[in-house]
C-alpha cells in the first residue's frame, strides 16, 4: 500500500512496478523482437481506456494487491514485432500467428517484471494466463474498478503501442 506524507493510504501505482514493466517492455521488444522501442509519454488515467487493434492481457497479483496490464497495438506494429519474434515479413502474419504472438509478448514482459519484483521485494508475484482481444475500440471486462491506470505509450519504427497497468493495494 502506498502512503503519502500524512500516512493516509492512496491508489498511486508503485514507481517500482512501472519503472520495472517499462525495463520489461524496453528489453523484450529489443532482445526478442530485435526492435529497439523508446517511452514516449506516460499518461494517468482515472480509468481504462480503448486503444490498437489487438491487446494482451495478463493479470498479476502478489501479498500487497492485485491488478493487470495489457499491451494494446495497432495490426501494423503487432506484425512488424510478432513477424520479427518469428522470422517472417510482417505481411506473412496471419490472424492466428499474431493472437499468439502477442500472447507471447505480454506473457514475456509480464514474467520479466514478476521475477524483477520478486528479487527485489521478498514478495511472491503471481500471473494469469494471456489473454488476447482483438478489434478496433475493443473492450476488456472484468478490469478492476475505482483504480488509477497509467498509459506508457512506446514508439518503435514509426508505430506507437501502449502499455496500461493499473495496480488495487490491498
Do not use: W
Request: include cysteine; hydrophobic fraction near 40%; glycine fraction near 12%.
Amino acid at each position: 500500500m502506498m502512503m503519502n506524507a500524512a500516512g493516509q493510504s492512496t491508489n498511486a501505482i508503485d514507481a517500482k512496478l512501472v519503472n520495472t514493466l517499462m525495463k520489461a517492455v524496453m528489453e523484450v521488444c529489443g532482445t526478442m523482437a530485435g526492435t529497439q522501442v523508446t517511452l514516449k509519454e506516460v499518461v494517468p488515467s482515472l480509468d481504462y481506456k480503448p486503444t490498437g487493434d489487438i491487446s494482451g492481457v495478463i493479470g498479476i497479483s502478489g501479498d500487497y494487491g492485485e491488478g493487470m496490464l495489457t499491451l494494446s497495438f495497432t495490426e501494423p506494429m503487432a506484425a512488424l514485432l510478432v513477424g520479427r519474434l518469428l522470422g517472417m515479413p510482417p505481411e506473412e502474419i496471419c490472424s492466428e500467428d499474431m493472437c499468439d504472438g502477442i500472447g507471447e509478448l505480454v506473457n514475456i514482459v509480464s514474467g520479466r517484471a514478476k521475477t524483477s519484483l520478486s528479487e527485489d521485494s521478498g514478495t511472491l508475484y503471481r500471473l494469469s494466463l494471456p489473454s488476447i482481444i482483438k478489434g478496433p475500440g475493443h473492450e476488456i471486462t472484468g478490469r478492476p474498478k475505482n483504480c488509477p491506470f497509467l498509459f506508457l505509450v512506446f514508439e518503435a519504427e514509426g508505430h506507437s503501442f501502449v502499455l496500461q497497468v493499473t495496480f488495487r493495494y490491498f
